[in-house]
Nanobody, 116 residues
């Protein structure tokens, strides 16, 4: 069982920045694939960014060049740096983990609101 806890959401003006953090339990964190998904009101949950155990990254087209995913294996944490935020980025952001055995876990989510 892996527990994920997100933090860092909040209200930000368009053009601003936020950094989301995700802390994970478990002793095999360095082997996990970590990711961030988001779900806007009335919409499906979509992939934002993912980082593998080898630090390869992949991003949704809508956030390329603005968001950066990273990880700190020693601290068992994943991060999402979000820059140049736009109102369309407003959503609940969920931390995601897939273990080496294919088990998937989700955090409870953190709300990001981009509004003036």
């Amino acid at each position: 069982q892996v527990q994920l806890v997100e933090s860092g959401g909040g209200l930000v003006q368009p053009g601003g920045s936020l950094r989301l953090s995700c802390g994970a339990s478990g002793s095999m964190f360095s082997m996990y694939t970590m990711g961030w998904y988001r779900q806007a009101p009335g919409k499906e949950r979509d992939l934002v960014a993912v980082i593998t155990s080898g630090a390869s990254t992949n991003y949704a087209d809508s956030v390329k060049g603005r968001f950066t995913i990273s990880r700190d294996n020693a601290r068992k944490m994943a991060f999402l740096q979000m820059n140049s935020l736009i109102p369309e980025d407003t959503a609940v952001y969920y931390c995601y983990c897939r273990t080496a055995w294919g088990l998937e876990y989700w955090g409870k989510g953190t709300l990001v609101t981009v509004s003036s």
